[in-house]
Protein backbone atom coordinates (compact mmCIF):
# COMPACT_ATOMS: atom_id res chain seq x y z
CA UNK A 1 0.00 0.00 0.00
CA UNK A 2 0.69 3.33 -0.26
CA UNK A 3 3.38 5.12 2.14
CA UNK A 4 0.47 7.83 3.32
CA UNK A 5 -3.07 7.84 2.01
CA UNK A 6 -5.61 11.07 3.10
CA UNK A 7 -7.57 9.85 6.31
CA UNK A 8 -11.46 8.67 4.93
CA UNK A 9 -14.31 9.75 7.32
CA UNK A 10 -14.25 8.31 10.80
CA UNK A 11 -10.72 6.63 9.84
CA UNK A 12 -7.76 7.76 11.84
CA UNK A 13 -3.84 7.00 10.77
CA UNK A 14 -1.53 4.55 12.11
CA UNK A 15 1.73 4.54 11.42
CA UNK A 16 3.84 1.68 11.16
CA UNK A 17 7.66 1.92 11.30
CA UNK A 18 10.52 -0.20 10.85
CA UNK A 19 13.04 -1.25 8.35
CA UNK A 20 11.99 -4.75 7.81
CA UNK A 21 9.65 -4.82 4.31
CA UNK A 22 8.32 -8.55 6.01
CA UNK A 23 8.06 -7.13 9.24
CA UNK A 24 5.72 -4.02 7.97
CA UNK A 25 3.47 -6.36 5.73
CA UNK A 26 2.99 -8.53 9.28
CA UNK A 27 1.56 -5.52 10.81
CA UNK A 28 -0.45 -4.54 7.77
CA UNK A 29 -1.89 -7.68 7.92
CA UNK A 30 -2.81 -8.18 11.63
CA UNK A 31 -4.29 -4.15 12.10
CA UNK A 32 -6.15 -4.19 8.51
CA UNK A 33 -8.96 -5.60 10.41
CA UNK A 34 -9.08 -2.15 12.24
CA UNK A 35 -10.42 -0.70 9.21
CA UNK A 36 -7.78 2.25 9.76
CA UNK A 37 -5.26 3.93 7.09
CA UNK A 38 -2.20 2.05 7.93
CA UNK A 39 1.13 3.94 7.05
CA UNK A 40 4.02 3.19 6.52
CA UNK A 41 7.41 3.77 7.20
CA UNK A 42 10.95 1.99 6.46
CA UNK A 43 13.65 4.67 9.15
CA UNK A 44 13.59 7.05 11.51
CA UNK A 45 14.04 9.67 9.45
CA UNK A 46 11.52 8.52 7.38
CA UNK A 47 9.12 8.62 9.65
CA UNK A 48 9.70 11.79 11.15
CA UNK A 49 8.68 13.25 7.35
CA UNK A 50 4.96 11.22 7.62
CA UNK A 51 4.18 12.87 11.13
CA UNK A 52 5.12 16.04 9.35
CA UNK A 53 2.03 15.02 6.46
CA UNK A 54 -0.64 13.80 8.81
CA UNK A 55 -1.82 13.36 12.64
CA UNK A 56 -1.25 9.39 13.29
CA UNK A 57 -3.52 8.04 16.93
CA UNK A 58 -0.54 5.43 17.35
CA UNK A 59 2.32 4.99 16.24
CA UNK A 60 4.19 1.33 16.00
CA UNK A 61 7.94 2.26 16.71
CA UNK A 62 10.96 -0.94 15.65
CA UNK A 63 13.53 -0.47 18.57
CA UNK A 64 16.58 -1.73 16.11
CA UNK A 65 17.24 0.00 13.22
CA UNK A 66 20.21 0.69 11.59
CA UNK A 67 21.36 4.97 11.82
CA UNK A 68 18.57 6.54 14.18
CA UNK A 69 17.59 3.68 16.08
CA UNK A 70 13.63 3.48 17.77
CA UNK A 71 14.75 4.92 21.01
CA UNK A 72 16.40 8.35 19.50
CA UNK A 73 13.83 8.36 16.56
CA UNK A 74 10.87 8.51 19.92
CA UNK A 75 12.78 10.86 21.67
CA UNK A 76 13.50 13.50 18.35
CA UNK A 77 9.00 12.63 18.01
CA UNK A 78 7.89 13.63 21.72
CA UNK A 79 10.38 16.23 21.30
CA UNK A 80 8.12 18.18 18.78
CA UNK A 81 5.11 19.74 20.95
CA UNK A 82 2.58 18.64 18.04
CA UNK A 83 3.53 15.07 19.08
CA UNK A 84 4.53 14.95 22.42
CA UNK A 85 1.82 13.00 23.21
CA UNK A 86 1.30 10.80 20.58
CA UNK A 87 1.56 6.89 21.65
CA UNK A 88 4.39 4.92 20.95
CA UNK A 89 4.35 0.59 21.16
CA UNK A 90 8.08 -0.82 20.45
CA UNK A 91 8.60 -4.04 18.45
CA UNK A 92 11.39 -5.54 19.50
CA UNK A 93 12.65 -8.82 18.43
CA UNK A 94 15.30 -9.26 21.46
CA UNK A 95 14.43 -9.42 24.76
CA UNK A 96 14.17 -5.64 26.90
CA UNK A 97 15.45 -5.41 30.15
CA UNK A 98 14.58 -3.57 33.08
CA UNK A 99 17.07 -0.85 31.97
CA UNK A 100 15.63 -1.08 28.45
CA UNK A 101 11.90 -0.69 28.92
CA UNK A 102 12.98 2.15 31.61
CA UNK A 103 14.77 3.91 29.36
CA UNK A 104 11.71 3.07 26.58
CA UNK A 105 9.23 4.59 29.02
CA UNK A 106 11.71 7.84 29.91
CA UNK A 107 11.41 8.79 26.15
CA UNK A 108 7.26 8.37 26.17
CA UNK A 109 6.41 5.00 24.77
CA UNK A 110 3.49 3.47 26.47
CA UNK A 111 3.64 -0.10 25.87
CA UNK A 112 6.72 -3.03 24.34
CA UNK A 113 5.26 -5.95 21.88
CA UNK A 114 7.96 -8.87 21.27
CA UNK A 115 8.28 -10.37 17.60
CA UNK A 116 6.85 -12.68 16.90
CA UNK A 117 3.84 -11.19 17.20
CA UNK A 118 0.81 -12.16 18.88
CA UNK A 119 -1.69 -11.04 16.51
CA UNK A 120 -4.76 -10.36 18.96
CA UNK A 121 -2.41 -8.74 21.41
CA UNK A 122 -1.26 -6.29 19.54
CA UNK A 123 -4.54 -5.63 17.42
CA UNK A 124 -6.36 -5.23 20.81
CA UNK A 125 -3.86 -2.53 22.15
CA UNK A 126 -3.35 -0.71 18.89
CA UNK A 127 -7.81 -0.68 18.93
CA UNK A 128 -7.42 0.69 22.51
CA UNK A 129 -5.16 3.29 21.15
CA UNK A 130 -7.09 4.40 18.47
CA UNK A 131 -10.43 4.36 20.28
CA UNK A 132 -8.58 7.07 22.85
CA UNK A 133 -7.54 8.91 20.14
CA UNK A 134 -11.36 9.27 18.59
CA UNK A 135 -12.32 10.23 21.99
CA UNK A 136 -9.49 12.74 22.49
CA UNK A 137 -10.54 14.35 18.97
CA UNK A 138 -14.45 14.33 19.80
CA UNK A 139 -13.79 16.03 23.01
CA UNK A 140 -11.47 18.68 20.87
CA UNK A 141 -14.36 18.91 19.01
CA UNK A 142 -16.45 19.87 21.43
CA UNK A 143 -14.16 22.05 22.88
CA UNK A 144 -14.10 24.12 19.46
CA UNK A 145 -18.04 23.66 19.84
CA UNK A 146 -17.99 25.44 23.37
CA UNK A 147 -14.97 28.21 22.05
CA UNK A 148 -17.86 29.43 19.86
CA UNK A 149 -20.46 29.63 22.43
CA UNK A 150 -17.99 31.19 24.94
CA UNK A 151 -17.16 33.79 21.97
CA UNK A 152 -20.69 34.88 22.13
CA UNK A 153 -21.15 35.42 25.87
CA UNK A 154 -17.75 37.17 25.73
CA UNK A 155 -19.21 39.28 23.15
CA UNK A 156 -21.79 39.85 25.58
CA UNK A 157 -20.13 40.60 28.66
CA UNK A 158 -17.50 42.96 26.74
CA UNK A 159 -19.42 45.76 26.99
CA UNK A 160 -20.23 45.26 31.10
CA UNK A 161 -16.19 43.94 31.00
CA UNK A 162 -15.64 48.12 29.40
CA UNK A 163 -17.66 49.83 31.13
CA UNK A 164 -16.16 47.99 34.18
CA UNK A 165 -12.81 48.60 32.99
CA UNK A 166 -13.33 52.65 32.19
CA UNK A 167 -14.20 52.52 36.12
CA UNK A 168 -11.14 50.58 37.18
CA UNK A 169 -9.18 52.83 34.74
CA UNK A 170 -10.15 55.62 37.00
CA UNK A 171 -9.29 54.31 40.07
CA UNK A 172 -5.91 52.70 38.78
CA UNK A 173 -4.68 56.31 37.11
CA UNK A 174 -4.15 57.29 40.90
CA UNK A 175 -2.62 53.72 41.60
CA UNK A 176 -0.26 54.45 38.16
CA UNK A 177 0.28 57.73 39.38
CA UNK A 178 1.46 56.37 42.53
CA UNK A 179 3.45 53.26 41.44
CA UNK A 180 5.33 56.39 39.25
CA UNK A 181 6.19 58.20 42.02
CA UNK A 182 7.18 55.02 43.85
CA UNK A 183 9.58 53.68 40.99
CA UNK A 184 11.42 57.41 40.64
CA UNK A 185 12.02 57.30 44.57
CA UNK A 186 13.55 53.43 43.48
CA UNK A 187 15.55 54.98 40.70
CA UNK A 188 16.73 57.84 42.98
CA UNK A 189 17.43 55.59 46.00
CA UNK A 190 19.42 52.92 43.99
CA UNK A 191 21.18 55.93 42.03
CA UNK A 192 22.32 57.19 45.70
CA UNK A 193 23.51 53.73 46.55
CA UNK A 194 25.33 53.32 43.53
CA UNK A 195 26.80 56.81 44.32
CA UNK A 196 27.37 55.82 48.05
CA UNK A 197 29.19 52.76 46.84
CA UNK A 198 31.16 54.90 44.21
CA UNK A 199 31.86 57.18 47.19
CA UNK A 200 33.37 54.75 49.54
CA UNK A 201 35.52 52.75 47.15
CA UNK A 202 36.99 56.41 46.33
CA UNK A 203 37.23 56.53 50.03
CA UNK A 204 39.39 52.98 50.27
CA UNK A 205 41.16 54.09 47.53
CA UNK A 206 42.23 57.46 49.25
CA UNK A 207 42.74 56.05 52.63
CA UNK A 208 45.17 53.02 50.79
CA UNK A 209 46.89 56.30 48.43
CA UNK A 210 46.99 58.45 52.37
CA UNK A 211 49.29 55.18 53.59
CA UNK A 212 51.15 54.92 51.13
CA UNK A 213 51.86 58.56 51.04
CA UNK A 214 52.57 58.78 55.09
CA UNK A 215 54.51 55.35 54.56
CA UNK A 216 57.18 57.62 52.11
CA UNK A 217 56.59 60.61 53.83
CA UNK A 218 58.13 59.22 56.65
CA UNK A 219 61.06 57.39 54.76
CA UNK A 220 61.65 60.71 53.18
CA UNK A 221 61.72 62.55 56.37
CA UNK A 222 63.54 60.33 58.43
CA UNK A 223 66.80 59.85 55.71
CA UNK A 224 67.58 63.38 56.53
CA UNK A 225 67.48 63.43 60.08
CA UNK A 226 69.92 60.50 60.29
CA UNK A 227 72.75 62.66 59.43
CA UNK A 228 71.37 65.50 61.40
CA UNK A 229 71.46 63.26 64.65
CA UNK A 230 74.60 61.78 63.63
CA UNK A 231 76.08 65.63 62.96
CA UNK A 232 74.33 66.11 66.84
CA UNK A 233 76.37 63.70 68.38
CA UNK A 234 79.54 64.43 67.13
CA UNK A 235 78.75 67.64 67.83
CA UNK A 236 78.10 66.81 71.36
CA UNK A 237 80.87 64.63 71.96
CA UNK A 238 83.60 66.97 71.11
CA UNK A 239 82.10 68.54 74.31
CA UNK A 240 81.27 72.29 73.69
CA UNK A 241 81.12 75.50 75.40
CA UNK A 242 78.06 76.21 78.33
CA UNK A 243 76.40 78.37 75.32
CA UNK A 244 76.58 75.98 72.65
CA UNK A 245 75.84 72.74 74.84
CA UNK A 246 72.53 74.84 75.81
CA UNK A 247 71.93 75.03 71.75
CA UNK A 248 72.80 71.70 71.13
CA UNK A 249 70.53 70.28 73.78
CA UNK A 250 67.14 72.32 72.76
CA UNK A 251 68.49 70.83 68.82
CA UNK A 252 68.32 67.56 70.31
CA UNK A 253 65.33 67.82 71.99
CA UNK A 254 63.23 69.22 68.72
CA UNK A 255 64.68 66.54 66.53
CA UNK A 256 63.14 63.77 68.91
CA UNK A 257 60.41 65.58 68.94
CA UNK A 258 60.16 65.54 65.17
CA UNK A 259 61.03 61.58 65.19
CA UNK A 260 58.14 60.88 67.53
CA UNK A 261 55.69 63.21 65.28
CA UNK A 262 56.63 60.92 62.65
CA UNK A 263 56.84 57.46 64.59
CA UNK A 264 52.83 58.75 65.97
CA UNK A 265 51.67 59.39 62.21
CA UNK A 266 52.67 55.92 60.80
CA UNK A 267 51.31 54.15 64.32
CA UNK A 268 47.83 56.02 63.75
CA UNK A 269 47.65 54.39 60.38
CA UNK A 270 48.70 51.43 61.49
CA UNK A 271 46.42 51.13 64.64
CA UNK A 272 43.57 52.39 62.94
CA UNK A 273 44.00 49.15 59.92
CA UNK A 274 44.47 46.81 62.57
CA UNK A 275 47.98 46.27 61.63
CA UNK A 276 50.06 46.36 65.10
CA UNK A 277 50.83 43.31 67.03
CA UNK A 278 51.62 43.43 70.08
CA UNK A 279 54.89 41.79 71.51
CA UNK A 280 53.27 40.61 74.89
CA UNK A 281 54.91 39.53 77.97
CA UNK A 282 54.67 39.52 81.58
CA UNK A 283 56.94 42.37 82.67
CA UNK A 284 57.36 44.81 85.52
CA UNK A 285 55.23 47.99 85.52
CA UNK A 286 57.98 50.51 87.16
CA UNK A 287 60.99 49.81 84.48
CA UNK A 288 58.15 51.10 81.76
CA UNK A 289 57.14 54.50 83.69
CA UNK A 290 61.32 55.30 84.36
CA UNK A 291 61.87 54.55 80.13
CA UNK A 292 59.00 57.01 79.99
CA UNK A 293 59.87 59.87 82.68
CA UNK A 294 63.67 59.30 81.01
CA UNK A 295 62.63 60.21 77.88
CA UNK A 296 60.57 63.15 78.71
CA UNK A 297 62.97 64.76 81.10
CA UNK A 298 64.54 67.30 78.81
CA UNK A 299 60.94 68.78 78.13
CA UNK A 300 59.90 68.66 81.59
CA UNK A 301 63.28 70.38 82.24
CA UNK A 302 63.21 72.53 79.69
CA UNK A 303 59.80 74.25 81.31
CA UNK A 304 60.65 73.99 84.55
CA UNK A 305 58.12 71.99 85.71
CA UNK A 306 58.36 69.79 88.67
CA UNK A 307 57.92 66.01 88.23
CA UNK A 308 56.48 64.25 91.62
CA UNK A 309 56.50 60.05 91.48
CA UNK A 310 54.08 58.33 93.53
CA UNK A 311 55.11 55.16 92.66
CA UNK A 312 54.94 51.92 95.12
CA UNK A 313 57.62 49.43 96.38
CA UNK A 314 55.93 46.58 94.97
CA UNK A 315 56.58 44.64 91.80
CA UNK A 316 53.71 45.17 90.10
CA UNK A 317 53.64 42.87 86.61
CA UNK A 318 51.45 43.12 83.54
CA UNK A 319 51.28 41.00 80.79
CA UNK A 320 52.25 43.24 77.63
CA UNK A 321 54.03 45.04 74.95
CA UNK A 322 57.44 47.08 77.11
CA UNK A 323 57.60 49.05 74.04
CA UNK A 324 54.07 50.08 73.12
CA UNK A 325 53.28 50.92 77.39
CA UNK A 326 56.18 52.93 77.73
CA UNK A 327 54.90 54.91 74.68
CA UNK A 328 51.60 55.40 75.99
CA UNK A 329 52.81 56.41 79.40
CA UNK A 330 55.73 58.80 76.96
CA UNK A 331 53.09 60.80 75.75
CA UNK A 332 50.86 61.39 78.54
CA UNK A 333 53.59 62.96 80.35
CA UNK A 334 54.54 64.89 77.10
CA UNK A 335 50.94 65.93 76.83
CA UNK A 336 51.11 66.58 80.51
CA UNK A 337 54.26 68.92 79.81
CA UNK A 338 52.58 70.22 76.73
CA UNK A 339 49.69 72.48 77.95
CA UNK A 340 51.03 72.99 81.16
CA UNK A 341 52.43 76.87 82.13
CA UNK A 342 56.27 76.73 82.91
CA UNK A 343 56.84 76.50 86.22
CA UNK A 344 54.14 73.99 86.73
CA UNK A 345 53.46 70.82 88.26
CA UNK A 346 52.97 67.10 87.57
CA UNK A 347 52.26 63.99 89.16
CA UNK A 348 52.98 60.32 87.91
CA UNK A 349 50.72 57.98 90.44
CA UNK A 350 50.77 53.93 90.38
CA UNK A 351 48.07 51.87 92.73
CA UNK A 352 46.55 48.99 92.97
CA UNK A 353 42.47 48.75 92.44
CA UNK A 354 41.17 45.22 92.45
CA UNK A 355 42.68 43.60 89.76
CA UNK A 356 43.95 46.20 88.12
CA UNK A 357 47.10 48.54 88.15
CA UNK A 358 46.41 52.53 87.79
CA UNK A 359 48.41 55.09 85.97
CA UNK A 360 47.87 58.59 86.26
CA UNK A 361 48.71 61.71 85.39
CA UNK A 362 48.23 64.71 86.61
CA UNK A 363 49.04 68.20 85.31
CA UNK A 364 48.28 71.91 86.82
CA UNK A 365 47.85 72.92 83.38
CA UNK A 366 44.94 74.98 81.15
CA UNK A 367 42.66 71.72 81.58
CA UNK A 368 39.93 70.43 79.51
CA UNK A 369 35.83 72.30 79.11
CA UNK A 370 33.73 69.39 80.29
CA UNK A 371 32.29 69.46 77.10
CA UNK A 372 35.25 68.31 75.02
CA UNK A 373 36.13 65.25 77.58
CA UNK A 374 34.56 62.75 75.33
CA UNK A 375 36.34 63.97 72.25
CA UNK A 376 39.88 64.59 73.66
CA UNK A 377 40.70 60.90 72.50
CA UNK A 378 39.16 61.32 69.06
CA UNK A 379 41.43 61.24 65.95
CA UNK A 380 43.05 64.86 65.30
CA UNK A 381 40.70 66.69 67.90
CA UNK A 382 42.18 69.37 69.96
CA UNK A 383 40.83 71.60 72.55
CA UNK A 384 39.97 74.67 70.92
CA UNK A 385 41.69 77.45 72.97
CA UNK A 386 44.60 79.80 72.02
CA UNK A 387 47.07 78.82 74.38
CA UNK A 388 46.78 74.68 72.86
CA UNK A 389 46.98 76.17 69.40
CA UNK A 390 50.26 78.36 69.98
CA UNK A 391 51.75 74.73 71.50
CA UNK A 392 51.12 73.14 68.24
CA UNK A 393 50.29 69.59 67.33
CA UNK A 394 48.77 67.13 65.55
CA UNK A 395 46.26 66.12 67.61
CA UNK A 396 47.18 61.88 67.40
CA UNK A 397 48.78 61.47 70.87
CA UNK A 398 45.71 60.65 72.74
CA UNK A 399 44.11 58.85 70.31
CA UNK A 400 47.38 56.25 70.23
CA UNK A 401 47.25 56.35 73.75
CA UNK A 402 43.54 54.94 74.05
CA UNK A 403 44.17 52.56 71.33
CA UNK A 404 47.31 51.06 72.36
CA UNK A 405 45.37 50.48 75.92
CA UNK A 406 42.40 48.75 74.13
CA UNK A 407 44.92 46.90 72.79
CA UNK A 408 46.13 45.79 76.12
CA UNK A 409 42.27 44.93 77.24
CA UNK A 410 42.55 48.57 79.48
CA UNK A 411 40.95 51.43 79.65
CA UNK A 412 41.85 54.83 79.60
CA UNK A 413 39.72 58.29 80.95
CA UNK A 414 40.36 61.83 81.34
CA UNK A 415 39.36 64.26 83.80
CA UNK A 416 39.19 67.84 84.33
CA UNK A 417 37.27 70.08 86.83
CA UNK A 418 37.51 72.69 83.89
CA UNK A 419 39.60 75.38 81.71
CA UNK A 420 42.54 76.69 83.70
CA UNK A 421 42.48 73.96 86.89
CA UNK A 422 44.43 71.16 85.26
CA UNK A 423 43.63 67.80 83.76
CA UNK A 424 44.30 64.22 84.60
CA UNK A 425 44.34 61.07 82.70
CA UNK A 426 43.72 57.66 84.33
CA UNK A 427 44.94 54.33 82.61
CA UNK A 428 43.76 50.92 84.07
CA UNK A 429 45.66 47.92 82.89
CA UNK A 430 44.71 43.97 84.07
CA UNK A 431 47.39 43.30 86.87
CA UNK A 432 49.44 40.14 86.64
CA UNK A 433 50.58 39.66 89.15
CA UNK A 434 52.12 41.83 92.77
CA UNK A 435 55.55 40.80 93.91
CA UNK A 436 56.77 42.05 97.37
CA UNK A 437 59.64 44.14 97.47
CA UNK A 438 63.43 43.08 98.01
CA UNK A 439 64.95 43.59 100.99
CA UNK A 440 68.18 43.76 99.28
CA UNK A 441 68.83 46.42 96.59
CA UNK A 442 68.96 45.26 93.30
CA UNK A 443 72.35 44.99 91.78
CA UNK A 444 73.56 47.42 89.00
CA UNK A 445 74.36 45.46 85.59
CA UNK A 446 77.87 45.07 85.32
CA UNK A 447 79.29 47.47 82.25
CA UNK A 448 80.01 45.04 79.07
CA UNK A 449 83.85 45.03 78.59
CA UNK A 450 85.14 47.06 76.00
CA UNK A 451 86.35 45.42 73.00
CA UNK A 452 88.24 46.29 70.17
CA UNK A 453 87.02 48.60 67.41
CA UNK A 454 85.41 46.33 64.54
CA UNK A 455 85.63 47.36 60.88
CA UNK A 456 82.69 48.67 59.36
CA UNK A 457 80.87 49.40 56.21
CA UNK A 458 78.66 51.64 55.31
CA UNK A 459 77.00 51.36 51.88
CA UNK A 460 74.45 54.77 51.65
CA UNK A 461 74.26 56.43 48.45
CA UNK A 462 73.24 59.52 50.41
CA UNK A 463 76.75 60.79 51.27
CA UNK A 464 75.89 63.64 54.04
CA UNK A 465 74.15 60.38 56.06
CA UNK A 466 77.20 57.78 55.54
CA UNK A 467 79.66 60.39 56.11
CA UNK A 468 77.85 61.49 59.15
CA UNK A 469 77.63 57.98 60.30
CA UNK A 470 81.25 56.89 59.55
CA UNK A 471 83.05 60.06 61.14
CA UNK A 472 80.61 59.15 64.26
CA UNK A 473 81.72 55.50 64.59
CA UNK A 474 85.37 56.42 63.57
CA UNK A 475 85.58 58.68 67.07
CA UNK A 476 84.34 55.62 68.91
CA UNK A 477 87.68 53.93 67.86
CA UNK A 478 86.30 51.52 64.50
CA UNK A 479 87.48 51.39 61.28
CA UNK A 480 85.16 52.54 59.10
CA UNK A 481 85.18 52.58 54.91
CA UNK A 482 81.70 54.16 53.08
CA UNK A 483 80.86 52.90 49.84
CA UNK A 484 78.12 55.07 48.07
CA UNK A 485 77.40 53.16 44.60
CA UNK A 486 76.25 50.12 46.27
CA UNK A 487 76.92 48.11 42.76
CA UNK A 488 81.02 48.66 44.31
CA UNK A 489 79.80 47.43 47.45
CA UNK A 490 80.62 43.32 47.23
CA UNK A 491 83.94 44.40 45.72
CA UNK A 492 84.63 46.41 49.06
CA UNK A 493 83.14 43.46 51.15
CA UNK A 494 85.71 41.05 49.49
CA UNK A 495 88.50 43.17 49.81
CA UNK A 496 87.89 45.01 53.45
CA UNK A 497 86.15 41.91 55.33
CA UNK A 498 84.20 44.01 57.58
CA UNK A 499 82.86 42.49 60.92
CA UNK A 500 79.45 44.38 60.43
CA UNK A 501 77.99 46.09 56.87
CA UNK A 502 75.14 49.28 57.64
CA UNK A 503 73.22 48.90 54.15
CA UNK A 504 70.41 51.81 53.16
CA UNK A 505 67.59 49.85 51.81
CA UNK A 506 65.89 52.59 49.44
CA UNK A 507 69.00 52.96 46.96
CA UNK A 508 68.61 53.84 43.22
CA UNK A 509 70.47 50.75 40.57
CA UNK A 510 70.81 48.32 43.24
CA UNK A 511 68.41 48.40 46.61
CA UNK A 512 69.45 47.25 50.06
CA UNK A 513 67.51 44.31 49.81
CA UNK A 514 68.74 42.76 46.83
CA UNK A 515 72.63 44.05 47.73
CA UNK A 516 72.14 41.87 51.31
CA UNK A 517 70.84 38.77 49.31
CA UNK A 518 73.88 39.37 46.76
CA UNK A 519 76.67 39.34 49.76
CA UNK A 520 74.86 36.37 51.91
CA UNK A 521 74.97 34.53 48.35
CA UNK A 522 79.08 35.51 48.00
CA UNK A 523 82.24 33.75 48.88
CA UNK A 524 82.83 35.28 53.00
CA UNK A 525 79.26 37.24 52.89
CA UNK A 526 77.64 34.75 55.23
CA UNK A 527 80.09 36.16 58.40
CA UNK A 528 79.27 39.69 57.37
CA UNK A 529 76.66 41.12 60.30
CA UNK A 530 74.27 42.93 57.90
CA UNK A 531 72.40 46.07 59.93
CA UNK A 532 69.57 47.33 57.56
CA UNK A 533 69.53 51.30 58.37
CA UNK A 534 66.66 52.96 56.64
CA UNK A 535 63.82 54.89 56.40
CA UNK A 536 61.10 52.15 55.97
CA UNK A 537 59.95 50.86 59.07
CA UNK A 538 56.62 49.03 58.75
CA UNK A 539 56.12 44.95 60.00
CA UNK A 540 55.98 44.50 56.29
CA UNK A 541 59.80 46.18 55.69
CA UNK A 542 60.72 44.08 58.78
CA UNK A 543 59.74 41.07 57.44
CA UNK A 544 61.40 41.85 54.17
CA UNK A 545 64.76 42.54 55.61
CA UNK A 546 64.61 39.17 57.61
CA UNK A 547 64.28 37.61 54.60
CA UNK A 548 66.83 39.28 52.05
CA UNK A 549 69.02 37.70 54.97
CA UNK A 550 69.27 41.04 57.29
CA UNK A 551 70.04 40.59 61.22
CA UNK A 552 68.77 43.97 62.48
CA UNK A 553 66.67 46.55 61.11
CA UNK A 554 67.25 49.89 62.33
CA UNK A 555 64.74 52.64 61.67
CA UNK A 556 66.38 56.58 60.62
CA UNK A 557 67.11 58.15 62.28
CA UNK A 558 68.56 55.73 64.94
CA UNK A 559 69.79 56.63 67.94
CA UNK A 560 73.63 56.68 67.69
CA UNK A 561 74.00 55.14 71.14
CA UNK A 562 72.23 52.00 69.92
CA UNK A 563 74.17 52.05 66.79
CA UNK A 564 77.43 51.52 68.68
CA UNK A 565 75.71 49.20 71.26
CA UNK A 566 75.28 47.05 68.08
CA UNK A 567 79.37 47.50 67.25
CA UNK A 568 80.53 47.05 70.80
CA UNK A 569 78.25 43.63 71.12
CA UNK A 570 77.93 41.74 67.73
CA UNK A 571 80.10 38.82 67.27
CA UNK A 572 80.50 37.89 64.01
CA UNK A 573 78.58 35.57 61.76
Known amino acids: MPHTTPPEQGKVNILLVDDQPSRLLSYEAVLAQLGENLITAHSGEDALK ?7 AVILLDVSMPGMDG ?24 HVGDLDRLQGYRLGAIDYVQVPLQPDILRSKVAVLVELYRKRRALAGANASLVKVNHALQTERALELEALSQTLALANADLSAANARLEAEVIERRRAEEQARHLA ?13 LATLAHELRNPLAPIRSALSLM ?3 KPANGESSSLDVIDRQLRQLVRLVDDLLDVSRITHGRIELRRQLTPLAPLLATAVEMTTPHIESNAHRLHLAIPPETLLVDGDPQRLTQVFGNLLNNACKYTLTGGRIDLGVAVDGGQVVVSVRDSGIGIPPERLRDVFD ?14 GLGIGLTLVRRLIEMHGGSVRAHSDGVGLGSRFEVRLPLAAVLPASAEPVAAPVAAQQ ?8 VDDNHDAANMLAQLLGMSGHDVRTVYDPQLALAEILAFAPDIAFLD ?17 SEGGQHVVLIALTGWGQEDDRRRSREAGFDRHLVKPADPFEIEKICREVVRR
Open 236 to 238: QSD
Open 201 to 213: EKLREADKRKDEF
Open 505 to 521: VGMPKLNGLELATMIRA
Open 451 to 458: TAGRRVLI
Open 50 to 56: RLMEAEY
Open 71 to 94: FETAELIHQHPRFETTPIIFVTGV
Open 379 to 392: LFVQVDTSLERSQG
